[in-house]
């Protein structure tokens, strides 16, 4: 199994969170996202989207999109099990997850940067303020639904990591990587704070990665 | 069963296509996302994140998020199947989903246009060019894998429609509400043309609803 993966990625982190969970091991290529390696002939071969991360299962076949690489570990490798048992409650978990790939992340890829700062000529601190604002906004959001709901517990869904503990703590990170801190969020922080005890979410961390800077 | 939708949400079209396709009759409640009443103090208690859909179940839950949705109704009525048996195949068709989803949709949601045309100083012509753009990257997308897969059939996946047609269908959809037609995307296009021939599709269609405008 090979992963294509950069350090700084977020979507990249979530699987690499999940496969340290699942105790799988995954051969790593990287792809610089801030060189764009991405649209290389030989990456676009991969995944023509130029997005990573992509995953090479044995038998060749690729798999794309953070989220069905995470549902692909769920089913493959079921235990330990990243969601509940009863339907109500698995959606109650995606959900969670995808208020940060879906409605966070989204808003502050390579892609979106380039049309804000090419097309709309704008500068880096409209974009700094841009990717603040919705990332802001997607944590908020899960701040809302965790703190009112009684099934959150020591982690998002009761006492045990789960998907959306995995984007959670990816929605924080990104969130840093534009100056905003979780403090605003106390739920938030707290599980971050849960998560990050547990060694497969710190070996996953973009800054604990080979190629990562040292600050 | 209730859910909260609007006639023209592309996530709330999703839905409506696999309540149709299921066979589920939900009862349906109107949040006029251009009037705001995504807002609303009495919509929040229902979804702080003032978003729709949302889906309250007969014991008072309340479901959100399209995809977290839809996986609810695949895992709660399994008839007719929207997801493949295998994991890499229906990591596929989430993957695909994903791209309309995840890529696509979030770009041009009512809180990305107000940040535009507000915070930003931009008019109607650029959010449009903006719109067409990220709507239409999403689309390539999933032309460029389904081109290239021969796993695509006369569906997305095979020969049956699945979650990620009912991705697809949205996002065209949504393409043509900023001007842009799939003619650019041959195997959209066809794939697009099929579902609409299906009668839980047509009748899940933003212009079929009650409250739709005429023209």
């Given at each position: 199994m090979m992963v294509y993966t950069w350090w700084r990625s977020l979507a990249a982190f979530r699987v690499r969170i999940v496969l340290n969970l699942k105790g799988v091991t995954a051969e790593e290529r990287q792809v610089d996202l801030r060189k764009g390696q991405q649209h290389d002939q030989a990456f676009r071969a991969v995944n023509p989207q130029s997005a990573i991360p992509a995953l090479v299962l044995d038998d060749g076949s690729t798999l794309v999109q953070s989220m069905a690489i995470m549902e692909y570990f769920e089913e493959a490798y079921?235990?330990?099990?990243?969601?509940?048992?009863?339907a109500a409650e698995r959606a109650r978990v995606r959900a969670l997850a995808q208020m940060a790939?879906?409605?966070?992340h989204p808003l502050v890829t390579p892609r979106v940067r380039a049309y804000l700062e090419?097309?709309?000529?704008?500068g880096e601190a409209q974009y700094l303020a841009w990717s603040r604002h919705f990332m802001g906004a997607a944590l908020m959001a899960m701040e809302e639904h965790l703190a009112r709901?009684?099934?959150?517990?020591?982690?998002?869904?009761?006492?045990r990591p789960t998907l959306a503990d995995v984007c959670l703590v990816s929605q924080v990170v990104g969130f840093s990587y534009f100056g905003?801190?979780?403090?605003?969020f106390p739920v938030v922080r707290r599980i971050n704070a849960a998560c990050m005890r547990i060694d497969a979410f710190q070996r996953a961390h973009p800054l604990a990665q080979p190629d990562a800077p040292k600050a």
């Amino acid at each position: 199994m090979m992963v294509y993966t950069w350090w700084r990625s977020l979507a990249a982190f979530r699987v690499r969170i999940v496969l340290n969970l699942k105790g799988v091991t995954a051969e790593e290529r990287q792809v610089d996202l801030r060189k764009g390696q991405q649209h290389d002939q030989a990456f676009r071969a991969v995944n023509p989207q130029s997005a990573i991360p992509a995953l090479v299962l044995d038998d060749g076949s690729t798999l794309v999109q953070s989220m069905a690489i995470m549902e692909y570990f769920e089913e493959a490798y079921p235990a330990p099990p990243l969601l509940p048992a009863d339907a109500a409650e698995r959606a109650r978990v995606r959900a969670l997850a995808q208020m940060a790939v879906a409605d966070g992340h989204p808003l502050v890829t390579p892609r979106v940067r380039a049309y804000l700062e090419g097309e709309l000529g704008h500068g880096e601190a409209q974009y700094l303020a841009w990717s603040r604002h919705f990332m802001g906004a997607a944590l908020m959001a899960m701040e809302e639904h965790l703190a009112r709901d009684p099934q959150t517990g020591m982690f998002c869904h009761g006492d045990r990591p789960t998907l959306a503990d995995v984007c959670l703590v990816s929605q924080v990170v990104g969130f840093s990587y534009f100056g905003g801190t979780a403090d605003a969020f106390p739920v938030v922080r707290r599980i971050n704070a849960a998560c990050m005890r547990i060694d497969a979410f710190q070996r996953a961390h973009p800054l604990a990665q080979p190629d990562a800077p040292k600050a």
